[in-house]
């Protein structure tokens, strides 16, 4: 066996340190700095697909606040007017006028109720429209009628094909003032 103890000339140590470097520098590549990198990129590629969504939702909110904030100035609701006693073929004419450019709707009535003079029409309306300013469109044309109709328990969401589907509950109210009773109506409940 030959002497295994030989000390390296200057020029095998050098190219031993630099292979060393090397060999250091490559497993540092691939075992450090590839997946670190790669991690970044998947994190930043993330961080973009969550601001894209994010600037949505908040143009989403945006377009809810001011329909909140119309809907809640004072001056944007009117009371419109209360119509004598039976009123209602008037009322599905109105809904179907207001409501004719929706995607589609449904208008459930769910009965009348009288309580003295007052009378009360239910109803659920729910409808499908293409956008949020459709869906303040078509609110704001039932807050502005002429007829007293007052909204309640909104509920909105998104559809998968970009629309907006809303829910809310309503009434109608009529007065007996000038009105005829007929099988129709409720006894008074006051």
């Known amino acids: 066996m030959k002497n295994l103890e030989r000390e ?3 020029r095998e140590s050098i190219l ?3 292979l060393a470097i090397i060999l250091i520098g490559a497993v540092y590549y691939y075992l450090v700095h590839k997946p670190v990198t790669k991690t970044i990129r998947e994190a930043e590629q993330k961080i ?3 601001s894209a969504e994010k600037q949505t939702l908040d143009a ?3 377009r809810l606040e001011k329909m909140a ?3 809640a100035d004072p001056e944007a609701v009117a009371m419109g007017y209360m119509p004598s006693y039976n009123y209602s073929e008037k009322e599905i004419q109105l809904l179907n ?3 004719q450019d929706t995607l589609e709707y449904t208008v459930t009535f769910s009965g009348v109720t009288r309580k003295s003079n007052q009378i009360r029409r239910s109803f659920t309306l729910r409808f499908r429209v293409k956008d949020y300013d459709a869906v303040e469109s078509v609110i704001r044309s039932l807050t502005k009628t002429n007829l007293r109709c007052l909204i309640g328990d909104l509920r909105c969401s998104l559809a998968k094909d970009g629309s907006i589907n809303v829910e809310t509950a ?3 109210y009529e007065t ?3 009105g005829t009773e007929d099988t129709a109506l409720p006894k008074d409940k006051s």
């Open 8 to 10: 390296f000339k200057i």
């Open 60 to 62: 989403q909110i945006a």
């Open 176 to 178: 007996m003032v000038g």
């Open 69 to 71: 904030g119309k809907s």
């Open 97 to 99: 006028d207001i409501l």
């Open 48 to 50: 973009s697909e969550l």
């Open 16 to 18: 031993l340190l630099i």
């Open 170 to 172: 309503a009434v109608f």
